[in-house]
């Protein structure tokens, strides 16, 4: 059962390290239940917000003007990505638990 992932990042570069934090940041804030408990989609208020927080992160270097890579549409896959995983770690989660295991 895979819970969690730990990443050892290799870059030194502390703008890309900054990128990526960021971006974590935001996508392990992702709901994936509305507050009514159904399925998290794309017109609900809260993916709207994940998908403009991931767009709106910015790649800046000291020397150079700040860059914005992550577009909306990929934006959107970033959250269609984040909820479907924590959707199956809570299948898991209850497919182990129903086992009798604890």
């Known amino acids: 059962m ?7 990042i290799q870059s030194k570069s502390p ?11 935001i996508l392990s804030k992702t709901q ?3 507050i009514d408990g159904k399925q998290m989609d794309v017109n609900d208020q809260h993916f709207k917000d994940q998908r403009t927080r991931l767009a709106t992160v910015r790649l ?11 577009n ?3 934006a959107s896959d970033l959250v ?5 995983a924590i959707q199956n770690q809570q299948e898991e989660i209850a497919a ?3 086992e009798g295991n604890v």
């Not at 703008?15 to 940041?25: A, P, Q, V």
């Not at 269609?80 to 479907?84: G, H, K, M, V």
């Open 2 to 8: 895979a819970i969690a992932t730990k990443i050892n």
């Open 72 to 74: 909306e549409y990929l």
């Open 15 to 25: 703008e890309f390290i900054e990128f990526i934090e960021k971006i974590d940041s």
């Open 96 to 98: 182990y638990h129903g």
């Open 60 to 70: 800046e270097f000291e020397w150079g003007h700040p860059i914005y890579p992550i």
């Open 80 to 84: 269609y990505s984040e909820i479907a």
């Open 32 to 34: 994936h239940l509305t």
